[in-house]
C-alpha cells in the first residue's frame, strides 16, 4: 500500500467534514447562498476525491506502478486547485475584493487534473503486473 496517499487522505477527509460543517453552521450567516454554494461545490469535489486518494493508497499495493502514482499526486492536485480555489473565490466574493475573480480561472486546472487522475488509476489497473504468478 501507499501510506503517504493513505495518510493524506485521512487528513483531507477530516479537513472535508470540518469544512462541510463550517459551509452549514457558520458560513450562511456571512456570504449569500450563491457563495455558499460555491464553497459546498468544493467540499463536495475535495469529499469525492478522497475516496480516489484512498482507492489509490489501496491498489498500489496490488498495482504498483508509475500510473496508480501520479493518479495519487493528481487528485491531491486536483483537491488542492479545483477545492482550495473555490474555497479562496467564496472569500473573495464574500469580502467584494474586486480585481481577484481571476482565481476562478484556477479551478478549471483541478478539473483536469482530477480525469487525468481517474486516466491514470484506469491505466495503472489495466497495465499487466511484471509478475504472472497467478
Known amino acids: ?4 496517499y493513505l495518510k493524506t487522505a485521512t ?3 477530516a479537513l472535508s467534514v470540518a469544512l462541510g460543517a463550517f459551509a452549514a453552521h457558520s458560513l450562511k450567516q456571512h456570504v449569500s447562498d450563491y457563495a455558499v454554494s460555491i464553497f459546498e461545490t468544493g467540499v463536495r469535489y475535495q469529499f469525492y476525491h ?7 493508497g489501496i491498489l498500489y499495493k496490488e498495482f504498483p506502478n508509475k500510473f496508480i502514482k501520479w493518479s495519487g499526486k493528481l487528485f491531491i492536485a ?8 473555490l474555497y479562496a473565490l467564496t ?4 469580502a467584494v475584493l ?3 475573480d481571476w482565481v476562478g480561472a484556477i ?3 483541478g478539473g483536469l487534473c482530477f480525469i487525468a487522475g481517474w486516466l491514470c488509476l484506469f491505466f495503472g489497473i489495466a497495465k499487466k503486473p ?3 504468478l497467478q
Open 98 to 100: 474586486p480585481g481577484y
Open 78 to 85: 486536483g483537491i488542492i486547485l479545483f477545492s482550495a480555489s
Open 130 to 132: 511484471k509478475s504472472t
Open 107 to 109: 479551478t478549471p486546472f
Open 11 to 13: 487528513i483531507i477527509g
Open 1 to 4: 500500500m501507499h501510506r503517504g
Open 91 to 94: 472569500f473573495i466574493k464574500a
Open 50 to 56: 478522497v475516496f480516489a486518494l484512498l482507492t489509490s
